[in-house]
């Protein structure tokens, strides 16, 4: 039965994290998973069963602290006019993130080509944007209920330098938080930039449904077939 280590904090990694266990001892794939504003490193373990065992799975910790088991990537505002980020600190975090993945992949000894960063709403925007920015760090991300950042356009890389990138967009066509449109967006930037990607809009709020869970792991199986 898959249990959680004790978090992990090291200067050897940028980030807090804790690792599905029981840890592969040569890892041939790395999913590494980010939650959302609030939200802590656990929140994600479910997106981690059926996994092939010798799959790292990495749960990281955002790195601003809002409350109790309560964390962030930057912090954010929702009004009238959508969602004002701190712009500031999303780009501290996309940097720290992108050394974090590194960081993994020495350690453990998994190539970008088997690593895939997936995550939740402000963890999905991340993961696209770690992704979208250095595309030969990982084989794919995944955008769970997230959106791609305005601010991120002066960061995204040459499409050559995105054609092999997979991506995973799913969305809630009820999404109170962040609504659909964003998916749309998405989308479409996806096909403008050539990224190949699966989008994918359920009956539901802000969230991840089971069906959500299912085609997410579909894809992921996809991207990183079992060795």
Known sequence: MSTLSPLQTSPDFSLAFRLLQPVPAQPQACLVLLHGVGGSETNLADLASDLPPNTLVVLARGPLTLGPEQFAWFRVAFGAQGPRIDAAEAESSRLTLIRFVEQLQTAYGVSPQRTV???FSQGGIMSASLALSTPERVAGFGLLSGRILPELEPHLAAPARLHQLQAFVA????????PVAWAERADELLTMLGVAHETRLYPMDHGISAATHADFLAWLHKVLPAQ
């Not at 969305?171 to 962040?178: E, P, R, V, Y």
């Open 117 to 119: 960063v997936a995550g």
């Open 171 to 178: 969305h809630g066509t009820a999404d109170s938080k962040l």
